[in-house]
């Protein structure tokens, strides 16, 4: 998995309650991303960040919050879990070059109750 | 809307035959085209990546082809293994964008029996 670890690999948590899920990579990458993936719908970017500091959203990101102080480490946050945040979430890493190939974390599979 | 459809969305075949899964896009500008295998609980790992000059590229068994006229590519598995069950993911970059955004189609289910 190119050097990157997600944590914690399996989660339930209750509807309403914060949640932070961690990315770690060990590749030194610029670009960094989160994605969910639900059954029938292919991968979909909720945040990404270009550099320390420096996120964006993506296509799914309401609920959903980043942050980036490390190059080695991005953190989703779900605010407040919702059932409909149940998912896989994948992250991602980059570099920048001609074809942005993505290397993709090991997931973590939420559940919220 | 960018989108990327892939058929079938699950297939069965037996050890040793070979198969083939397609991809059509309408991605637009088009940067880039890749295929990802996901096994079971693991996250995507890239066979092949195409830019719109290239029609073919081979990594061992498996052969993908891009046909970027008609917007379509295919994934062709050869002599299957037992390993090569998994989800295979077609995912198209688009050129325009700094980020250069990627589309993800939701996948073709394999499962290769003995």
């Known amino acids: 998995d190119a050097g990157i670890t997600q944590s914690p690999r399996h989660k339930v948590t209750e509807t309403g309650t914060p949640v932070t899920l961690r990315c770690h990579q060990t590749e030194n990458h610029r670009y960094m991303y989160w994605y969910r993936q639900d059954p029938g719908h292919g991968l979909r970017l909720i945040h990404y960040s270009y550099g320390v500091k420096d996120t964006d959203k993506g296509e799914v990101s309401d609920g959903y919050s980043v942050s980036r102080s490390k190059t080695e480490d991005f953190l989703l946050t779900l605010e407040s879990a919702t059932s409909s945040q149940t998912s896989v979430y994948f992250c991602a890493i980059s570099d920048p070059g001609p074809y942005n190939e993505q290397f993709f974390g090991p997931g973590t599979r939420l559940t919220v109750l | 809307k960018n989108q990327v459809e892939q058929s079938p969305q699950s297939l069965i075949i037996l050890e040793g035959k070979n198969c083939t899964l397609q991809?059509?896009?309408?991605?637009?500008?088009?940067?880039?085209l890749r295929w990802y295998k996901q096994d079971t609980g693991r996250g995507p790992v890239s066979l092949t990546i195409m830019t719109f000059s290239e029609n073919t590229k081979s990594n061992g068994r498996y052969t993908a082809t891009l046909d970027a006229d008609t917007k379509q590519s295919s994934l062709h598995i050869t002599a299957s293994q037992l390993s090569d069950s998994a989800s295979y993911i077609c995912?198209?970059?688009?050129?325009?964008?700094?980020?250069?955004?990627?589309?993800f189609g939701s996948g073709t289910r394999l499962q290769v029996q003995p």
């Open positions: 991809c059509n896009y309408t991605v637009s500008p088009f940067s880039n």
């Open positions: 995912v198209v970059s688009e050129g325009s964008t700094g980020r250069r955004a990627l589309t």
